[in-house]
Structure formats: structure tokens, C-alpha cells
């Protein structure tokens, strides 16, 4: 890797978390949500052993609501719950420690943020297959206090050692970070997550207007994708901010709901453009990992 980093310093901590159980918020009679024109509607959503759906599928045309690729975990515990969702980092290793699975080993691809605030975690089909709703999972988590010695006005969130060194990233002869990505997201097109942390979580990319995400070049996105949101300052929270960019993975797939779409987690983030996002074709998890279906 062509950039200095602190990771020698960086603590490997565990955290933890049981595979959550898919839940619906409303009262348990109107079970429904609305999408963005006003019709009701009930899709699987968040949460669970989603046995059909992995990194490097699309994003887009499941008959589900933010389906999270893979396995989510989360624990009851409030304070614990938010350790693990601050602290485990994509790329993260995760292995499975009860259950019929255990031994299995996983990566941690995503984090969705309000209303679930799970951790997202990519494992083998055959391994899911094996698995149970409350199965516990380690995460080793590093990556928080992720530093370039040579970029210090870019802040990294829940970005791990090994996919830094995976995406291959570069210093440019103008002091910015290169960063290969697939495409930019226009702040018009960033909804639900607007305002809440940056540490966790998700933001998502609006797409009720399908024209608008065809011309912005994102209407073919994988899960797994690595996009720059530009114009957009992630430093303590997501919001507009000219001239900002940042960088994260499309961590959860599409939404019929208004202000709602692909969930991003966000990796790195620069107020003052210090990151240069590079158009590059294919940059997605499942190739920087060598992630098996």
C-alpha cells in the first residue's frame, strides 16, 4: 500500500452480537408501510438469514424493504448493541461461535443505522444454510482511530486496515487520497440518515425518482459497491456541506419508500476534499475480499 497508515497502533478488540430476528415497527395490527406513492405495502425488511441475497447481487428489484445481504447481528443490551455497531469496521472478520455453524467464518459488509442498527455480515451460502435466529457472532473488531499520516483532513468511519490496503488507494501529486469507486451520488439524491452520526449506521441513496439515479449513473449498482457521496460532510454526521466528499459501500439493498433506497456505510469522509474519488469500474467487496457465494 502506497500511503503510510497508524495501523501498528490500532487495538483488535471482540464484539458481539446474536443474529437478530427480521421485526416490523408500527402497532402489531397495521404491519404495513407506505411507498413513495402512498400505496401500502409488506416486504421482508432488515434483519434475519437472508439465504438468496449477497454482496455483489443488485441493489435494486428485490420484493423487499432495505434487505440486508447476508446475516444481521445485534444485541439487546442497548450499550453493548452500540459498542458493536461503532466498532466493527468493514472488512472486519466475524466468526460464528454457537450453533450448528460454529467455526464458520464471515466479513463484515454494512451497518444500517435507525430503527434497526444492525451489523451486516457476508457468509457463505452453505454456512447460512446452518444457521439459526440468536446464533452468536464475534466480530474482531479494528479499525476504529484509522489514520494516514500523509492525509490528516480525511476521516475514516468503520473502515477496516484490509479494505484500505484492498481498495488500493494512492496519494496524488496534489496531496488528495485517491480512492477507486464505481460512481457519485449527488447530495439531491441522499435521504433517510441526513443529520444522525456518521459513526454507525447508514445513509441512504433516494430513489423514487428512477429517472435522476439513471442519469447520476447509479441505477445498475451492486450490493457491495463502493461509491463517493460528493458534496457531503460525514465528519460527525451526514449532511450538504460544498465541496466535501466522502466514500462508502452500498451496504443494504433498495426501498419502495420515499427518501429511502440503497443503504451506504460510510468509510471515509474529507470536509475540506481532501479524497479524490476515481471512476473505476467493478470496485465491490466481493472482488476486493474474493467473497464466495
Not at 59 to 88: E, F, Q, T
Not at 177 to 195: E, K, S
Not at 214 to 232: E, F, I, P, S
Request: aromatic letters at 6%; hydrophobic letters at 40%; a negative charge.
Amino acid at each position: 500500500m502506497s500511503v503510510r497508515t497508524n495501523a501498528d497502533r490500532l487495538v483488535c478488540v471482540s464484539v458481539m452480537g446474536q443474529i437478530a430476528s427480521p421485526a416490523f415497527p408500527g402497532l402489531p395490527a397495521v404491519p404495513y408501510q407506505l411507498d413513495a406513492q402512498g400505496r401500502p405495502f409488506l416486504l421482508p425488511t432488515y434483519g434475519g438469514i437472508v439465504y438468496n441475497v449477497s454482496v455483489g447481487d443488485s441493489a435494486y428489484g428485490w420484493m423487499a424493504d432495505c434487505i440486508h445481504p447476508g446475516v444481521s447481528i445485534s444485541l439487546k443490551d442497548d450499550n453493548g448493541n452500540r459498542g458493536l455497531n461503532l466498532l466493527a469496521c468493514v472488512g472486519n472478520t466475524a466468526v460464528v461461535m454457537s450453533g450448528d455453524a460454529k467455526g464458520a467464518r464471515g466479513i463484515v459488509t454494512g451497518k444500517s443505522g435507525r430503527f434497526s442498527e444492525h451489523v451486516i455480515i457476508h457468509f457463505e451460502r452453505a454456512a447460512r444454510e446452518k444457521m439459526a435466529i440468536g446464533d452468536k457472532i464475534v466480530v474482531r473488531s479494528q479499525g476504529v482511530g484509522l489514520e494516514l499520516a500523509d492525509h490528516p483532513g480525511v476521516q475514516f468511519k468503520s473502515c477496516s486496515v484490509e479494505l484500505l490496503e484492498g481498495l488500493e488507494v494512492t496519494s496524488s501529486p496534489d496531496g488528495k487520497l485517491n480512492v477507486p469507486v464505481v460512481g457519485h451520488v449527488p447530495p439531491h439524491l441522499l435521504g433517510a440518515g441526513a443529520g444522525l452520526t456518521s459513526e454507525g449506521g447508514s445513509v441512504h441513496i433516494q430513489s423514487a425518482d428512477r429517472e435522476a439515479l439513471a442519469l447520476a449513473g447509479l441505477d445498475k449498482l451492486r450490493l457491495g459497491d463502493v461509491v463517493a457521496l460528493t458534496d457531503y460532510d460525514s465528519s460527525w454526521n451526514h449532511g450538504y456541506l460544498r465541496g466535501a466528499v466522502g466514500i462508502g459501500v452500498v451496504g443494504q439493498g433498495d426501498s419502495p419508500r420515499n427518501g429511502y433506497g440503497p443503504g451506504i456505510t460510510l468509510l471515509m469522509t474529507s470536509m475540506t476534499g481532501g479524497i479524490n474519488p476515481v471512476v473505476t469500474p467493478g470496485v465491490n467487496l466481493k472482488d476486493v475480499f474474493s467473497l464466495q457465494n
